[in-house]
C-alpha cells in the first residue's frame, strides 16, 4: 500500500496530515504523541505513536 499526504506551509513551519489508515489501532477519546524516527543507515523515516500522559 502506498500511501502520500501534502506538506503544506502554515506560518513560519512545514506540516502535514496523518492518513488515517496509519491510525486504525490508536484507542479513540485518548490523546497521543506522534513519533517521527530516521535511520540514517537505511535513510528511512518511521512513525510511532505514544500515548500522552497529562
Same mark, same amino acid.
Given at each position: 500500500?502506498?500511501?502520500?499526504?501534502?506538506?503544506?506551509?502554515?506560518?513560519?513551519?512545514?506540516?502535514?496530515?496523518?492518513?488515517?489508515?496509519?491510525?486504525?489501532?490508536?484507542?479513540?477519546?485518548?490523546?497521543?504523541? +506522534? +513519533?517521527?524516527?530516521?535511520?540514517?543507515?537505511?535513510?528511512?523515516?518511521?512513525?510511532?505513536?505514544?500515548?500522552?500522559?497529562?
Amino acid at each position: 500500500m502506498k500511501l502520500k499526504r501534502k506538506l503544506y506551509t502554515r506560518g513560519h513551519s512545514y506540516e502535514t496530515t496523518i492518513p488515517k489508515p496509519i491510525l486504525f489501532e490508536l484507542k479513540q477519546g485518548k490523546k497521543h504523541n +506522534v +513519533v517521527f524516527k530516521y535511520d540514517p543507515k537505511k535513510k528511512k523515516w518511521y512513525i510511532e505513536f505514544e500515548e500522552r500522559k497529562e
